[in-house]
């Protein structure tokens, strides 16, 4: 099926005027989190009868000049406007204020990619996560760096990764659970958070994480705070691996927002060894927040920004999948999608596989 998305309908004024946008968009983003951390939009909020330079700048703790070169840059960016030398706070800059889906997005962008992307083409001419090597040490990839990183670097990542996870939860639990599973494999569990929800939900269920030995230091920790550790176990794995079989026994697999992190050849080997530990009854959910399935075009351009930070960032190789591409690579790998359930949380589809029968 042939792909289709977006036109080329704007005006040539339109048209340069968002080339500009581009060009000085970098600067411009931190001009709007500076307007954001100063607490400058949390101030105009509470001003409907607006607020002049001197206050602004007060209530910020700066000078007046850099109270004003920051509203004059939120001015263009429609974050701010001004009638009578009094400002106002925007609808943009309200949502950028208060909605929390931007706030985990505008920090992960700035503590987790913003120096590295300095290095975008390296990444692209080499096929690997130059703005991780340049910005925080020559690991492979994040994800065996992350317990290593800053603390800021971890809390904005885990904030952006938790946040699109978590708001599915309540949708996915009587997905998963339709048919009683008393075992449930997470593959690439991170801290735990999917498991601790499994058990919470069925007090028969157990549980098995498999992750790198750093990411199950975090799962083991949030599993004994919350008196799991008879039901939820871990396993530790190097994923990319591939002669490393999983635990057999199971009778759900799961990857949440997992396979999104790999190159296509490596969804293929990780989807296939999830095959080999399957019997005839099990199942295996790929959870995923596939970019043409989104129902607002913002969604679709928070996930290809996304898909860019794996490649300068994570791992040099992977993306955000389209749903085309990641049925093509279960299938390769030798499992059938039975079942797609679509606007799952924030922005997710869930494909239930089986083998084939």
Not at 284 to 290: H, N, R, S
Request: hydrophobic content about 40%; proline content about 3%.
């Amino acid at each position: 099926m042939a792909r289709n998305y977006g036109n080329d309908d704007k005006s040539a004024l339109q048209a340069k005027t968002d080339a500009q946008k581009i060009a000085f968009a970098p600067i411009m983003f931190q001009a709007a989190k500076a307007l954001r951390d100063f607490k400058i939009l949390a101030f105009l909020r509470n001003k409907k009868e607006g607020a002049s330079l001197e206050e602004i700048a007060g209530h910020a703790g700066i000078s007046e000049y850099g109270a004003l070169v920051l509203l004059e840059a939120g001015l263009s960016m429609e974050l701010v406007w001004v009638e009578n030398d009094r400002y106002y706070l925007s609808k943009t800059g309200y949502f950028l204020h208060v909605d929390q889906l931007t706030r985990v997005n505008m920090d992960f962008t700035h503590d987790v990619n913003y120096l590295g992307f300095y290095n975008l083409q390296e990444a692209i001419r080499e096929g690997k996560p130059s703005g991780l090597h340049h910005a925080f040490g020559n690991w492979h990839t994040v994800y065996e760096a992350l317990a290593e990183m800053p603390e800021k670097f971890r809390e904005s990542w885990f904030g952006f990764d938790h946040y699109y996870s978590d708001t599915s939860f309540p949708q996915v639990m009587p997905v998963i659970f339709k048919n009683k599973p008393l075992k449930i494999l997470d593959v690439g569990g991170n801290t735990g958070k999917f498991a601790i929800k499994c058990a919470e939900y069925d007090k028969n269920v157990e549980v098995t994480i498999l992750d790198l030995p750093g990411q199950l230091e975090d799962a083991r920790k949030n599993i004994a705070t919350r008196g799991f550790e008879g039901r939820i176990h871990t396993h530790a794995i190097n994923l990319l691996d591939f002669s490393k079989p999983y635990p057999k026994g199971h009778d759900v697999i799961w990857m949440s927002q997992f396979l999104d992190c790999f190159s296509e050849e490596e969804v293929v080997n990780l989807v296939s060894n999830a095959r080999d530990c399957m019997d005839e009854n099990a199942e295996l959910f790929i959870m995923e927040t596939l970019w043409d399935k989104q129902r607002f075009d913002a969604s679709t351009y928070s996930l290809h920004a996304t898909s860019l930070y794996f490649t300068c960032i994570a791992n040099g190789n992977s993306r955000m999948y389209h749903s085309e591409d990641m049925h093509r690579l279960v299938e390769q790998a030798g499992l059938k999608v039975v079942e797609m359930i679509e606007d799952v949380g924030v922005s997710h589809t869930i494909l239930r596989c089986k083998l084939p029968s």
